[in-house]
């Protein structure tokens, strides 16, 4: 069993809440919406790290907020309905009062990335917090060779911040390839067809000094992975955002355990070469 520290409660609860009013509320796709929420006060964290939502009555879940962490005074929450709390947040509405937590984990390295080229992998709802990092590396683009976003949904109907890559698209830097796993009738899409993976192959980066961040469901996070490293990139050059079950949110509860880590408190952010010798990663 993994040892867990003892906390260091002299000047924080770890469950203090901070109130946060939602101020909008966008339907991004059928199963999916961003909640732009103001914290009672400034609410600090670095890409990457993690926040407990809690709606009032029902319960609380962990998010990685979307949007950039120079962003103090409000923050975006891009959450997936998914079971009991993640429903109860898609019911709340513009106005409504929701708690906060946090932040909690590690980040990302932003240090490390610097003067390199980025690849940023991404599935589904695992845009989110790919979001916060893009936005993060955007407003400090000069200190990047380059960005370039793979990024997969099932369907076109199902592709998040619809509106946005156009925006993206407008930095000489950023490079933008997407793709669908397959076109329902009835929806349009004249981009890349198959599974996220695909698109490494239209990278045009030398992966051999290249940094690569991953986020998005298990079976993504395991294929990519092996996709990236077939690539050139190395372990150590790998970030993958590890989003296991998780509830306190600090190491206590013991639900996120990757063999000998926590994902909550050594992670979420993991290099490929620390985690992947442990059990079960990929579940
Ligand atoms: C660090 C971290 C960051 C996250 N960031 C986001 C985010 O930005 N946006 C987002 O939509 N979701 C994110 N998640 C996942 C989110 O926490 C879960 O979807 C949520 O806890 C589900 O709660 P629920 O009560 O609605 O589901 P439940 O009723 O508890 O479960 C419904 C189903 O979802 C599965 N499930 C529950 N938790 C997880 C999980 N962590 N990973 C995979 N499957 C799970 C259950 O096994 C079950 O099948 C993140 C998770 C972690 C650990």
């Known amino acids: 069993m993994p040892k ?15 109130k946060a009013d939602v101020l909008d ?11 732009r929420i103001k914290p009672e006060k400034p609410f600090e964290f670095v890409t990457g790290q993690f926040v407990e939502l809690t709606v009032p009555g029902i319960g609380e879940a962990p998010f990685t907020p979307s949007s950039s962490h120079y962003e103090k005074e409000e923050m975006d929450i891009t959450i997936m309905k998914v079971g009991f709390v993640t429903e109860a ?9 929701l708690g906060i937590r946090g ?3 590690k980040g990302y390295p932003l240090d490390k990335f610097k003067g390199k080229d980025v690849l940023i992998l991404g599935g589904g709802v695992g845009l989110a917090p790919l979001r916060c990092l893009l936005l993060t590396l955007i ?30 698209r407008k930095y000489d830097k950023i490079h933008i390839l997407r793709s669908v796993d397959m076109i329902p009738e009835g929806q349009k899409w004249d981009e890349k067809v198959g599974v996220v993976t695909v698109l490494l192959d239209d990278i045009k980066i030398n992966t051999k000094d290249a940094v690569a961040v991953a986020c998005g469901p298990p079976i993504m996070m395991k294929f990519g992975t092996f996709a990236l490293v077939d690539k050139g990139f190395k372990d150590e050059n790998i970030y993958l955002s590890m989003e296991k079950k998780m509830y306190c949110g600090f190491g206590q509860c013991r639900h996120c355990v990757i063999g000998k880590y926590y994902a909550c408190k050594d992670g979420p952010v993991f290099t490929y070469d620390v985690i992947k010798d442990e059990e079960k990663i990929w579940e």
């Open 139 to 168: 407003h400090d683009i000069d200190d990047y060779k380059s960005i370039t976003i793979c990024f997969g949904a099932r369907t076109p109907e199902d592709l998040i911040y619809k509106n946005q890559f156009d925006d993206w």
């Open 4 to 18: 867990v520290d003892a906390l260091d409660l002299t000047n924080l609860n770890p469950y203090d809440v901070l």
């Open 89 to 97: 947040v898609h019911r709340v509405k513009r106005g409504d009062v």
């Open 25 to 35: 509320v966008i339907t991004e796709s059928p199963t999916i919406k961003t909640f």
């Open 103 to 105: 932040p909690y984990g």
